[in-house]
């Protein structure tokens, strides 16, 4: 599964703002943005990002995954991640 396909994946089934998506072989940093997550705890926020992939995540496709959530707002101060 590429980066691209990853990213899509998660904005459609999670209809979230935006998603970039890094890898490395089966490693896998993933930054997801929507103001969903303002109110959600850190383990809600985990939870909801590997739902769609845990098939991935099971098969073996994704071996380690790292993941970062923002708000719009929180993503537009941090700007962490280049696209």
């Not at 303002?38 to 995954?65: C, F, N």
Request: hydrophobic content about 35%; glycine content about 4%; some cysteine.
């Amino acid at each position: 599964m590429t980066n691209e396909e990853i990213a899509s994946l998660l904005k459609t089934k999670l209809d979230l703002n935006d998603v970039k998506v890094k890898s490395e072989g089966s490693h896998f940093q993933i930054i997801a943005i929507d103001d969903c997550f303002e109110e959600m705890s850190r383990v809600k926020k985990q939870q909801l990002i590997y739902g769609p992939l845990s098939d991935k995540i099971a098969d073996g496709t994704m071996h380690a995954i790292t993941i970062k959530t923002f708000s719009v707002d929180q993503w537009q101060r941090e700007k962490l991640f280049n696209s």
